[in-house]
DNA sequence: ACGGCTCAGACG
DNA sequence: TCGTCTGAG
């Protein structure tokens, strides 16, 4: 439900950035011959030709429409051209999409306070920019206005045909304009040349909407399209509003508006003005009936943030109908001899059958036996097809998220999974798959294992001790609350290093070693795909900690000795816990719950939940030369921080690591002494 | 059995 | 806090 905001006093200027059909545009950045032609962009072009997420303008006007079919949009405009999504591990992959939004975002941010609002749309805070201006070079000053700022759609402003530009020019000028439109007016020269450095630079078309709020700014943003400005004086607010159909402001496109129509009677905002606050707060409570009251005035108090960039990671992918996850896709019938269900029919999956057959499933695992043993089969075989599918999107996130550490120097704390499932034949079939969350840890094998975990609690809770006839329709996995790394974080590695590089590591016996270009350092790509999915090149080169790889604890501390320590990785490694050591850690602390048996306490369970198991070590001592700003990145949870270790550094080096760790706020969760057991602390105080 | 895949924010 | 729900594009 939308809530209303306190409103700056101070007159601002804000504009909304709206990419015109922003996937067409890229594809035919990249295919020019695409230019000018009727053209969508489709994804999964196997069924029905496929499904329209971004249509031409050219092939608008033939009557195609988003959301329309490939086959369709074919029918009524036989010369489109559609263009196909690129797919990646079986599913629709935005990556070009994404990185061709932040191209724009980084021009569209030179200006003021920029808010990435989606993947193609940004918000503006251009109140300074503009008043800047107005002191400095006001329009009535420009012996030529740029020519694309006078060809805004200024909201109001009599359109008639040929006089219009000139009209146009004439508002940006006006000098008995009223402060706040004069304001406007700058703000709209400032969008005008901001959108043609786009252009310039990226060849990609956008509209715009400048006005005193960011409702006002999205309301017209999309008004004229495509590449056109749109401009709202304040003496257009009213009268515009008035007229607009509720469903179109932001926020009432779903049931709210709905509600508005059909329990109020509200068709336009204009009608909202009938209505008290106290009204509209009894129907809606207060905060919503507040916004709304607001709302019909124009008034919006919803600030610009300052963000460039995402604030969480998802990869997801359906499932529907009968493509969805379960164990009986295709179907064998076999009927048992003897059992409790023995006058059921039993199907089982196609794929437990071929693990069979190829020697992989032992014979206990074959529906032979009772009917018990043939439904831990089946659901077996479909936790198979989950899990590659979850180790899909789970490869995706984690590459996702590896190159946000890499590029913009942030941590994902939580690694959420989603799915969505039905049981056939259940009278209770409307319960929702519940989603679970954990820390998440660095390292696509981990995110991949949380994961898996996680959906075996959902699907626990989910099944509530039956277990026949689920599915599994869709599945997402997610990573969010991400901060940005605090900057002078590792003191800890200059200190081991030294001042600078030549000097010898002040932990080490050894005085003078040779400076390790970090050889030790095991491409997390490399520790954890062992099906070696094609490799790309790794323009996002992170590394990683390599638990598999470290010795034991005294054949650690001993190299530590003999060898000295040089660099992050070195060191990162010297810390950590060994593998063995984490395994045993992971399956006693439990930072999942596991999946329990039907019966089986829950306290125990409920004990070990949501233990903090996250942090970060990062090394950015070169990341100022690096030019792109990307820089090698290392990473290490804590949990696989051995505190035995930890307890032979030098006490300032204790205290600095001391520091990283936050203490659980779970009560519950019982640490042995002092294990290090929480999680690194978010860039704030 | 079809709009798929993302994102953000409010609420309890 | 986590999980659910709404809404947007």
Known sequence: MPVARPEPQEPRVIAHVDMDCFYVQVEQRRNPALRGQPTAVVQYNDWKGGGLIAVSYEARGFGVKRSMRGDEAKRVCPGINLVQVPVARGKADLNLYRSSGSEVVAI?????????????????????????????????????ICMEAAKSNILGL???????????????????????????????????????????????TCSAGIAHNKMLAKLVSGMHKPAQQTVVPLSSIQDFLSSLPVKKMKQLGGKLGSSLQYDLGVETIGDLLSFSEEKLQEQYGANTGTWLWKIARGISGEEVEDRLLPKSH????????????????????????????????????????????RGRTRLSCMPIYLGMKQLENTQLSTFRTVKGWLDQLCEELSERIQSDLNQNKRIAQTLTLHARASKKNERDSMKKFPSKSCPLRYGTGKIQEDAMKLFESGLHDFLESQSTGWSITSLSVTASKIFDIPSGTSS???????????????????????????????????????????????NNRYSAISTKQCPANEEKKNSMKS???????????????????????????????????????????????????????????????????????????????????????????????????????????????????????????
């Open 492 to 538: 800890i590695l200059r200190y081991i290093k030294g001042p600078n590089s030549s000097a010898p590591p002040a932990i080490s016996d050894s005085s003078s070693v040779p400076e390790d270009p970090s050889l030790d350092v095991t491409p997390i790509h490399e520790e954890q795909c062992e099906p070696s999915t094609s490799e790309k090149e790794d």
């Open 314 to 357: 998802g990869c997801g992918k359906t499932f529907p109908g009968p493509r969805a996850l379960k164990n009986n896709t295709s179907v064998r019938i076999l009927a048992l001899p003897f059992s409790s269900f023995s006058s059921k029919i039993i199907s089982y999956s196609l794929a437990a059958e071929a693990e069979y057959l």
């Open 108 to 144: 569209l941010a030179s200006k003021g306070k920029c808010e990435r609002a989606s993947i193609d749309e940004v918000y503006l805070d251009l109140t300074e920019a503009a008043k800047e201006m107005l002191l400095q070079a006001p329009p009535d000053s420009l012996e030529e």
């Open 563 to 685: 060898t000295g320590v040089k660099g992050a990785s070195s060191i990162l490694k010297f810390l950590s816990r060994d593998h063995s050591a984490h395994q045993e850690k992971r399956r006693s602390d439990g930072l999942i719950c596991s999946h329990q048996g039907p019966g089986s306490s829950s306290e125990a369970n409920e004990a070990e939940r949501n233990v903090p198991a996250q942090a970060a070590v990062v090394d950015r001592s070169n990341s100022g030369a690096e030019p792109s700003g990307s820089s090698n990145t290392w990473m290490l949870n804590v949990e696989d921080i051995d505190p035995a270790v930890v307890e032979e550094l030098p006490p300032e080096i204790q205290r600095e690591i001391q520091g990283w760790i936050r203490p659980s706020k779970h009560p519950t969760a019982k640490r042995r002494g002092s294990t290090i057991s929480s999680y690194f602390p978010p860039a704030r105080s």
């Open 158 to 204: 009599s359109s008639d045909a040929s006089e219009k530009e000139k009209n146009v020019r004439a508002w940006l000028c006006r000098s008995d304009a009223d402060y706040q439109d004069k304001l406007l007016a700058c703000g709209a020269i400032i969008v005008a040349q901001l959108r043609i450095r786009v252009l310039e630079e990226t060849q990609f």
